[in-house]
């Protein structure tokens, strides 16, 4: 008979003794567990005993974990939490540097367990260590002076330890003081620091920035971007990852009101988004991160990859002012750039006001911009209030004009002298481009949390979108004539060219050239080929008969998808605990119960490898109390206060579960196939209809396979009851050929 799912087997130890195999009853209470083992080894005073996981984790078990011990586990009796709290904070203040060093080392360890921490930071630890940096510092140096080696040491497991209690959330960002943010930014402004301290300095900095309005004030205060730069130019990269995230950081809560700055003094409080990408410039970060870090012969790690994006996407938001700014017709200046455009293309000087009729002007003005491919032939300026793209279009051909002269003048005068039906408008081109280039790379929306999708192209030019667009103008003008399109086929052209452009992307190509040369592959004729490959590959069911037996088949492969997302939800899933700084995350798993009645969830310390027992999830829900399911803005979560609801992407994953009065459990799913599956399965659960991209995906992938299968042409050929046996094993392998 098997023993009780209660009672749990497993090896405790304690330091100096033999471990012991004991028996636990996860139904009595932890202390009498604790009292038990403390008993067995004649320990006193048990209360001040404490179990823990004798793993690389050494969290502490609690009433609230304790579910997560398995048969086999191996435990260790520890002195209890609070007690090691008092023990380290005692000790963090020794007069003793050895004492000191060991006690801050074992804090910087402890600190990773909320339990810990949480009786750490009751007894003021958080004032303490901050009191500590501020006043120890001068100490610090004294030692680094005297060749002490534990200086760096010191500082560093003070920093790591300040760092990893901040992040369980339980204190505010806002509590600290001008004095310990200058602190921390005086450590990233030497020139020689220690590693450690330096990386836990820009941790602090990235979230401090991250957390608070007031703390970003404080910050871009005391530190500039050239204080920043130097770190690029080292070999480590966790240290230009870190320094990449706090100019992620500084980009993202910079003000966005326009403001007057001195640019002998680039101070980031002063710098408006717009002048700061002037100040980046400037300071030559983008080919700093392009020599060190894209270019390095080191591999780039997925959270490189991520701030990397991260700058890509902020540096293109840039451009969201001018994209949602519209043409004033009556400003003279506007005008006068739609005047250089004329005067650049048909090498003409503005007339004066005395010169021929007003008429006659008129007549010329409205001959050339018609040529120029305005839509609007006397008032080009009305074509420029649309947003998007609004003055980015216009910003986009001056810049063509001017710094691809020669293109540019080819262009205009070889499609002003076409048959006009087949001319190629540049004015509608250029508008209706710069508005696609804008959606490719989703201008004005706000980073992913995980994406790691940057483009290295895009930090090899200074004016990197300009130049984007300048290849992409060309490349319309290619396929125009390779389509010989007329103005009915507008909308084709730009269809094969957003294709074509998002096809060469796909590549990541290195530079602007390499782009370029990708899309000289990508010709009209190219595209055709490949569109057509892709047909071949779909078989055409729309006759009547095909049509009848798909819905015939369709209701049995929704059966089929829907006990594949009930047994996904069975399976569970770990979801992440959104927080301010990616790099710790929380996360908590929640799965369905096999007879599908009821909802397991809980907390987890750590992302789990493989299914999470139902025993271990402290908390359930049954299915019978759900009310209802709501996803994305509607998610009680999103409506929030906070950066979350402004993000996209995580607007796309959250879902929430309303039970019982205003109660609610709230999801944010790590990608988008497990969004589908678990929205599909609880609807599923509820009788209502899946509705999902996934579920469509599927039907139409399970559908097509089914039918290929019933039409398969199977008159006179017997198929076998048993799959065919497994070949025997050649007696040797001399028909391999090794390529290497």
């Excluded at 966790?238 to 009101?257: C, G, H, M, S």
């Excluded at 990197?464 to 060309?474: K, N, V």
Aim: aromatic content about 8%; glycine content about 2%.
């Amino acid at each position: 008979m098997p023993p009780p799912a209660d009672i749990l087997k497993v090896a405790i130890e304690w330091p100096g003794a033999f471990p012991k195999l004991m028996e636990i009853d996860q139904k009595k209470p932890l202390s009498a567990i604790i009292k038990e083992v403390c008993d067995g080894w004649q320990l006193p005073n048990h209360e001040t005993f404490a179990l823990q996981n004798a793993d690389s984790t050494n969290f502490y078990i609690t009433e609230k974990n304790r579910n997560n011990i398995k048969n086999g586990s191996i435990l260790r009796l520890t002195t209890s939490p609070a007690q090691m709290a008092m023990q380290l904070h005692e000790r963090v203040q020794s007069t003793s540097l050895d004492v000191k060093l060991d006690a801050l080392k074992e804090l910087a360890n402890s600190s990773r367990d909320i339990t810990f921490a949480q009786e750490f930071i009751n007894l003021d630890g958080i004032a303490l260590l901050t009191q500590m940096v501020e006043s120890g510092t001068e100490r610090y140096q004294k030692l680094q002076k005297m060749m002490k080696p534990c200086f760096g040491e010191m500082l560093s497991f003070t920093l790591t330890a300040f760092v990893e209690l901040m992040d369980h959330g339980i204190v505010s960002w806002d509590t600290f003081s001008v004095a310990f943010i200058k602190k921390i930014a005086s450590f990233v402004c030497k020139s020689s620091m220690d590693s450690a301290v330096l990386q836990r300095s820009l941790a602090i900095l990235e979230s401090m920035v991250l957390n608070s309005q007031d703390l970003y004030q404080k910050v871009a205060q005391e530190i500039t971007i050239g204080q920043l730069m130097p770190h690029l130019q080292g070999t480590d990269q966790d240290i230009q990852t870190y320094t990449i995230a706090v100019i992620n950081a500084l980009f993202l809560k910079a003000p966005e009101e326009k403001r007057q700055f001195d640019e002998s003094n680039v101070n980031i409080l002063d710098c408006p988004l717009t002048e700061m990408a002037h100040i980046l410039a400037q300071k030559q970060l983008r080919s700093i991160i392009l020599q060190n870090v894209i270019r390095s012969t080191k591999p780039i790690n997925d959270e490189m990859a991520h701030q990397l994006y991260m700058l890509q996407v902020l540096t293109f938001n840039l451009l969201e002012d001018r994209m949602m700014t519209k043409m004033d017709p009556q400003d003279q200046a506007q005008r006068d750039i739609i005047f250089e455009l004329r005067r650049i293309a048909f090498d003409v000087e503005c007339e004066s006001n005395n010169s021929g009729s007003i008429e006659k002007r008129k007549s010329m003005y409205t001959r050339d911009y018609k040529k120029l491919g305005f839509i609007n032939h006397v008032n080009p300026a009305v074509d420029f209030t649309q947003i998007p793209p609004g003055m980015l279009a216009l910003d986009n051909m001056l810049y063509f004009a001017r710094h691809h002269q020669d293109s540019y003048i080819r262009i205009v005068l070889e499609n002003s002298s076409r048959e006009d039906k087949h001319e190629c408008p540049f004015g509608r081109s250029s508008i209706e481009l710069t508005k696609m280039l804008c959606e490719i790379l989703k201008v004005g929306e706000l980073p992913s949390e995980n994406c790691h999708d940057f483009h290295p192209m895009f930090f090899t030019h200074d004016r990197s979108f300009e130049e984007f667009f300048c290849i992409c103008i060309q490349l319309l003008n290619k396929t125009w004539k390779e389509m010989r399109a007329t103005s009915e086929d507008f909308n084709k052209v730009m269809q094969v060219v957003r294709e074509q452009i998002t096809r060469a992307l796909t590549v990541k190509p290195n530079s602007l050239d390499q782009f370029k040369s990708r899309l000289q592959n990508l010709s009209y004729t190219e595209i055709l080929k490949i569109r057509q490959s892709e047909r071949m590959n779909q078989e055409d069911f729309q006759s009547r008969p095909i049509l009848e037996l798909r819905e015939k088949i369709q209701p049995e492969i929704m059966e089929l998808i829907k006990q594949q997302r009930l047994n996904r939800l069975c399976e569970g899933t770990c979801f992440r605990k959104i927080s301010s700084r990616r790099r710790q995350d929380k996360f908590w798993y929640c799965r369905l119960s096999p007879n599908h009645k009821v909802l397991h969830y809980g907390d987890l310390e750590e992302s789990p490898q493989g299914e999470v027992p139902h025993d271990s999830l402290q908390d359930k829900l049954p299915v019978a109390d759900i009310k209802a399911v709501v996803t994305g803005k509607d998610c009680p979560h999103m409506k929030e206060k906070g950066a979350l609801k402004q993000n996209k992407e995580v607007l796309e994953l959250a879902f929430s579960i309303l039970y019982e009065s205003d109660e609610y459990l709230n999801f944010i799913a790590p990608d988008k196939h497990e969004y589908c599956v678990w929205t599909d399965g609880l609807n599923a659960l509820l009788g209502k209809e899946m509705t999902s991209e996934f579920t469509r995906s599927d039907l139409d992938t399970l559908l097509n396979m089914e039918m290929k299968l019933r039409l398969l042409d199977l008159e006179n050929i017997q198929i076998p009851e048993a799959p065919p046996p497994i070949p025997k094993e050649p007696s040797n392998y001399d028909f391999v050929y090794d390529c290497n």
